[in-house]
């Protein structure tokens, strides 16, 4: 097992993914070579995301999963789009990922999709922190799994117990310019 840092991470004010980032421009994985498809049973597509400045989030052979907010909400029927970071490009403010089968717009959710152990966020300065399953966390949500208040820290799961959790299933929200400090203990 392994800790793993992203840093202080600024709020935007909505709910966001706790380890997820916005793509900067819309773009589309190359199709195999010999068929022209992007189905599972041809040779993985790679494609360009585009973040920014947040490419430095990602590491090669993380695994991410791609779509707009709704994607990511409970009980919405369409899959969201996944695959593995190959490179990280941070001059050029992108990562390549094979195995996506589909297009994509700017705007949509690149969020970091491995299982780990444990996940703490330290709420730097927001007032109240909540913290869900989905795009619908807040105060009054149906997935809201934690409220933190300012300066406390926000512990789940446990080593011990052998537990598994998935980061790209955790979803913030605060107040827009604060901080948290998130962190995974990696399985």
Same mark, same amino acid.
């Given at each position: 097992?392994?800790?793993?840092?992203?840093?202080?991470?600024?709020?935007?004010?909505?709910?966001?993914?706790?380890?997820?980032?916005?793509?900067?421009?819309?773009?589309?994985p190359?199709?195999?070579?010999?068929?022209?498809? %992007?189905?599972?049973?041809s040779?993985?597509?790679?494609?360009?995301?585009?973040?920014?400045?947040?490419?430095?989030?990602?590491?090669? $052979?993380?695994?991410?999963?791609?779509?707009?907010?709704?994607?990511?909400?409970?009980?919405?029927?369409?899959?969201?789009? $996944?695959?593995?970071?190959?490179?990280?490009?941070? #001059?050029?403010?992108?990562? %390549?990922?094979?195995?996506?089968?589909?297009?994509?717009?700017?705007s949509?959710?690149?969020?970091?999709?491995?299982?780990?152990?444990?996940?703490?966020?330290?709420?730097?300065?927001?007032?109240? %922190?909540?913290? $869900?399953?989905?795009?619908?966390?807040?105060?009054?949500?149906?997935?809201?799994?934690?409220?933190?208040?300012?300066?406390?820290?926000? #512990?789940?799961?446990?080593?011990? %117990?052998?537990?598994?959790?998935?980061?790209?299933?955790?979803?913030?929200?605060?107040?827009?310019?604060?901080?948290v400090?998130?962190?995974?203990?990696?399985?």
């Amino acid at each position: 097992m392994a800790l793993r840092g992203f840093g202080n991470l600024a709020l935007t004010g909505v709910a966001q993914p706790l380890f997820g980032w916005q793509t900067t421009a819309a773009f589309r994985p190359s199709p195999d070579p010999f068929t022209g498809r %992007l189905d599972p049973g041809s040779q993985n597509s790679s494609a360009l995301v585009p973040l920014g400045a947040n490419a430095s989030y990602f590491r090669q $052979g993380d695994h991410v999963v791609i779509g707009a907010s709704n994607t990511f909400q409970q009980g919405n029927t369409m899959a969201y789009d $996944g695959g593995t970071v190959q490179q990280v490009n941070q #001059s050029a403010s992108n990562i %390549l990922v094979t195995g996506l089968q589909r297009n994509h717009s700017a705007s949509e959710w690149c969020i970091l999709a491995l299982p780990c152990a444990e996940v703490n966020i330290q709420n730097g300065n927001s007032s109240t %922190l909540y913290l $869900g399953e989905d795009v619908t966390v807040g105060a009054s949500s149906q997935t809201l799994i934690e409220t933190c208040y300012a300066t406390n820290l926000i #512990s789940i799961g446990s080593p011990a %117990l052998a537990n598994c959790i998935d980061t790209q299933k955790l979803w913030v929200q605060g107040s827009a310019s604060n901080t948290v400090l998130p962190y995974i203990l990696s399985i």
